[in-house]
């Protein structure tokens, strides 16, 4: 053999060293909850997991994005009717694979979603899930009901970095009603800045330890007419809090109100405490 070709047969084993492993395949699926596909009007949240093919193990590195199905013009739509997805905000995997985004149950009609696994670090290969449908249909209603949502921010924080979370409080008359009063509380280990109400008046008074009680005045509103109220939370999880931590960012929140002209009063259910979850 010549020197050319022993150069040449060396030049391509290494050449053949070189060249980096595939990444590793996964599989990426979208779970709706709470209750499957139907809500009514009431909060929801799609959770993406992403798990290695080979050896059924979880993704610890990469990010996943909740996808939207959508028409040819960019309306939201149905699986079955998609021809694009919208792209959504790319969120770090927490260390199950598996990250959490809340869903808009404002509309309502059947919508489409999916998850997009991305890991531009390399070593896994990107992934789609199958769409899954979410259908919102009315709920019963009468007198006026009041809901607390997570309007925006990471639901899944990692403890010790600073943070910012919106949350929206709704009024909702089902029937014409006047002298509304809505109450509710922040919490203590956060800040939170009340924004300006769409209706009415905000009034607020400290109780102490950062606490404060929201008290919100409207003087009617008519039926179907919906009131809102955003909330912006900032603050910083405790270094070493316990990963599955649940966190409130709000205290629950209630409505008197009158449906007979101010002769009577009725009071709401409360809501729930808005929370999220430490990674």
């Known amino acids: 053999m010549t020197k050319f070709a022993m150069c040449a047969v060396l030049a391509l084993a290494l050449a053949s060293a070189l060249v980096a492993a595939p990444p590793a395949n996964t599989t990426t699926s979208i779970t709706l909850s709470p209750g499957g596909s139907v809500v009514q009007f009431s909060t929801a949240s799609a959770i993406g997991t992403t798990v290695v093919t080979s050896s059924n193990a979880p993704v610890t590195a990469g990010n996943l994005e909740l996808q939207q199905a959508a028409d040819v013009n960019g309306n939201r739509t149905s699986c079955s009717s998609a021809t694009q997805y919208l792209p959504g905000t790319p969120t770090p995997v927490g260390t199950d694979g598996s990250a959490t985004f809340l869903l808009d149950t404002s509309v309502l009609g059947t919508f489409g979603y999916?998850?997009?696994?991305?890991?531009?670090?390399?070593?896994?290969?990107?992934?789609?899930?199958?769409?899954?449908?979410?259908?919102?249909?009315?709920?019963?209603?009468?007198g006026v009901q009041i809901s607390a949502d997570?309007?925006?921010?990471?639901?899944?924080?990692?403890?010790?970095?600073?943070?910012?979370?919106?949350?929206?409080?709704?009024?909702?008359?089902?029937?014409?009603?006047?002298?509304?009063?809505?109450?509710?509380?922040?919490?203590?280990?956060?800040?939170?800045?009340?924004?300006?109400?769409?209706?009415?008046?905000?009034?607020?008074?400290?109780?102490?330890?950062?606490?404060?009680?929201?008290?919100?005045?409207?003087?009617?509103?008519?039926?179907?007419?919906?009131?809102?109220?955003?909330?912006?939370?900032?603050?910083?999880?405790?270094?070493?809090?316990?990963?599955?931590?649940?966190?409130?960012?709000?205290?629950?929140?209630?409505?008197?109100?009158?449906?007979?002209?101010?002769?009577?009063?009725?009071?709401?259910?409360?809501?729930?405490?808005?929370?999220?979850?430490?990674?």
């Not at 999916?114 to 009315?138: E, Q, W």
């Open 114 to 142: 999916r998850i997009h696994y991305t890991n531009a670090g390399g070593g896994f290969a990107n992934s789609f899930s199958d769409c899954a449908d979410l259908t919102v249909t009315p709920s019963p209603c009468s």
């Open 150 to 279: 997570f309007a925006s921010g990471n639901g899944n924080p990692p403890a010790g970095t600073p943070q910012t979370w919106t949350v929206e409080i709704k009024v909702h008359a089902c029937e014409d009603a006047t002298g509304l009063k809505a109450q509710g509380g922040s919490n203590a280990w956060a800040t939170t800045l009340f924004g300006l109400p769409s209706v009415g008046d905000l009034s607020l008074k400290s109780t102490g330890k950062n606490n404060q009680v929201a008290t919100w005045t409207m003087s009617s509103l008519d039926a179907g007419q919906d009131a809102t109220l955003l909330l912006n939370i900032t603050g910083t999880i405790k270094a070493k809090t316990a990963s599955g931590t649940v966190l409130g960012l709000t205290g629950p929140w209630s409505v008197v109100y009158s449906t007979d002209g101010g002769v009577t009063y009725q009071k709401s259910d409360y809501t729930g405490s808005v929370t999220v979850t430490v990674q």
